[in-house]
């Protein structure tokens, strides 16, 4: 590592990650030809193939807009220190499960962090998200099941311990992200619909269209909102920092665990799954992220054809891993499970019919079987364990 003076700020172009990279990372240079785009909504991320002393590898920069801009949407803002909390999640649950010789969950290794011009360079895990191996595992579900039993004891430890190391704050990001996460699209339905609209459908034929899922939409709200709403009010107000009476345990959540935010990591004859963007990470409900993560699940096995039986070993795998791992929860095991269908089923409804869709196009049917989830899983989730949770 160096000291570097006169960085560049605002890593936009191509030249300006590999000038950055270069500066930064003594004896490395960036081959020329080989960046890959991946950056999404949130941030500029980039994929570069470089030389180190050490030999040749490839590396992943993160850098967030100047003054917390969305790379995809200039016109809205989320805090720009969101970065150092990105860093500190994946540097504690690092530090967790070294410390436990925990070898069945992988956070990428931190090469670089810059605080100030807001970038970090990390490992690269590879290109495989678990959403995109999904297909490959229908014929091999029993392994699925296994890389989600061993993560989901891993990610129990730190949720409960990575505290210890990271001086935990309050994240502002994260509180600015909430309203998206539970009201946005109930309370701002046309809102939500002017930017389906702009965005087209997306359905190339085979997805449901923006005129049926605006038909959904209100058909829902008009049936379902008086009596979801206070409900995802109290989900989120579950997050909340000031003491209160019903105060439970909290745990330090990685705040947006899905299907893309996993990644299959594979190293010789070993794979395990990997953790990855944890800028919204906070301190929150222990059914949380376990909650989100089903979610999504339960939505992709439906649209690949997974067969019910295979669906619930799999949706069980994760969640009943975490709960049996997880350490100083006084509460009773029924309680955690309806926590997490609770979370489940407010994820399911933000994904349907908030702006921001899940990792598959949905067919009609399968965008109404789902909305119909949802209201099940927020208003009786009692009901709903041993459909999902019990394999």
């Given amino acids: 590592m160096t000291n570097v003076t006169d960085k560049i700020s605002e890593l936009i172009r191509d030249d300006d990650f590999i000038a950055y990279i270069e500066r930064v990372l003594s004896g490395s240079k960036v081959k020329r030809g080989s960046l890959e785009e991946l950056s999404g909504n949130i941030n500029r991320v980039k994929r570069l193939a470089i030389s180190l002393t050490t030999g040749d590898t490839s590396l992943i920069v993160k850098h967030v807009p100047e003054a917390g801009r969305l790379a995809g949407y200039p016109t809205l803002f989320f805090a720009s220190d969101r970065l150092d909390f990105d860093n500190r999640w994946l540097t504690a649950a690092a530090s967790v499960l070294n410390k436990e010789n925990g070898q069945a969950l992988k956070i990428p290794e931190i090469l670089h962090y810059d605080s100030l011009y807001r970038t970090m360079i990390m490992e690269d895990l590879g290109r495989k998200t678990l959403s995109e191996t999904l297909p490959g595992f229908k014929d091999a579900t029993a392994v699925l099941v296994d890389l989600l039993i061993k993560a989901g004891r891993e990610l129990a430890r730190i ?40 965005n087209g459908d997306g359905t190339d034929g085979i997805g449901i269209g923006i005129e049926e899922k605006r038909r959904l939409q209100a058909a829902f709200l008009q ?16 997050f909340s920092q000031k003491k209160q009476k019903d105060e439970r345990a909290k745990v330090y959540c990685h705040g947006d665990l899905h299907t893309g935010s996993m990644m299959l990591f594979e190293e010789a004859q070993d794979r395990c799954l990997a953790i990855i963007d944890a800028e919204f990470c906070d301190l929150g409900p222990p059914g949380f992220d376990p909650g989100v993560l ?98």
């Fill in 159 to 198: 949720h409960t311990k990575a505290g210890e190391f990271a001086g935990i704050s309050c994240n502002k990001a994260a509180a600015d992200n909430r309203p998206y996460l539970f009201s946005y699209h109930i309370k701002e339905p046309e809102l939500v619909s002017s930017i389906w609209k702009d």
């Fill in 223 to 238: 049936t379902h909102r008086s009596k979801v709403e206070p409900i995802l009010d109290r989900l989120s107000s579950s």
């Fill in 294 to 391: 089903t979610a999504h699940l339960m939505a992709e096995l439906l649209v690949l054809g997974y067969s019910k039986t295979d669906t619930r070993n799999i949706l069980a795998a994760f969640p009943t891993a975490y709960m049996q791992s997880l350490d100083d929860f006084s509460a009773p095991e029924e309680d955690l499970e309806q926590e997490i269908l609770l979370y489940t089923g407010a994820e399911l409804l933000r994904r349907l019919l908030g702006p921001a869709g899940f990792n598959r196009t949905l067919s009609r049917e399968q965008f109404k079987e789902l909305l119909e989830r949802s209201i099940v899983l927020l208003t009786r989730p009692q009901s709903q364990a041993g459909e999902y949770l019990h394999g």
